[in-house]
């Protein structure tokens, strides 16, 4: 996560969507930047609004905006399946080696998902809050040019990056029937992607009622 102060503008990082590129590259710009532990790195909205916007309203102001990005759900779930492809993985509960990534989705859409395939949801991790944080500026992660073009308008300065944490390649391939699963399971994340609009525009999800 990185903060802003002058530009009150906040960048959350969502996993598995190039933060961490962007995180190296605008760190000297940030007033905070949260790179460990990963549960801080990767704060979702609920976890900005519980401990750090209070923080920023206090000493900063408030009118903070939350720029985050978003990856295509099944291609996201392709990065995290991937990652946890490694050799270093070997071994672990979370090691997706020596499964299918078809597998690896139908075990995503269970109700209780083994831990290989516990990875949280792109949905779940920017709900917006009951008292009105949300993300302000949500991009697409294959629209490149136009987040750095924000990034570089707001902050007033040119950067470049470099590709971080990059996953291994891995074979994709999905069943029509675990693609139809997915879609009914997990439509959240589907409407949420597809109510991303150019320039960062989106319409958010409400937030979920407490059970």
């Not at 549960?39 to 985050?68: C, T």
């Amino acid at each position: 996560m990185l903060v802003f102060s002058k530009a009150k503008l906040v960048f959350l990082s969502a996993p598995k969507t190039g933060s961490t590129a962007y995180q190296a590259a605008l760190a000297p710009l940030a007033a905070l930047v949260v790179h460990d532990p990963p549960e801080l790195k990767h704060s979702p909205v609920f976890r900005y609004n519980r401990f750090f916007r209070p923080m920023l309203e206090k000493f900063v102001g408030e009118d903070f905006e939350i720029l985050a990005v978003m990856r295509e759900p099944i291609d996201w779930l392709g990065s995290w399946y991937r990652y946890r492809q490694r050799p270093d993985c070997a071994g672990l509960p979370s090691s997706t080696q020596g499964i299918t990534f078809d597998t690896f989705v139908d075990a995503y859409t269970r109700g209780e998902q083994p831990a290989y395939a516990n990875v949280g949801s792109q949905s779940k991790f920017l709900e917006p809050q009951r008292n009105g944080t949300a993300v302000t500026h949500l991009f697409r992660y294959d629209d490149q040019a136009g987040l750095h073009s924000f990034l570089e308008n707001r902050l007033g300065t040119s950067f470049t990056t470099t590709a971080h944490n990059v996953s291994p390649a891995g074979d994709l391939t999905l069943s029509e029937k675990t693609r139809h699963k997915f879609e009914r399971k997990c439509a959240a994340d589907l409407a949420l992607w597809n109510g991303i609009g150019s320039n960062g525009h989106y319409h958010p999800l409400p937030s979920r009622p407490k059970p």
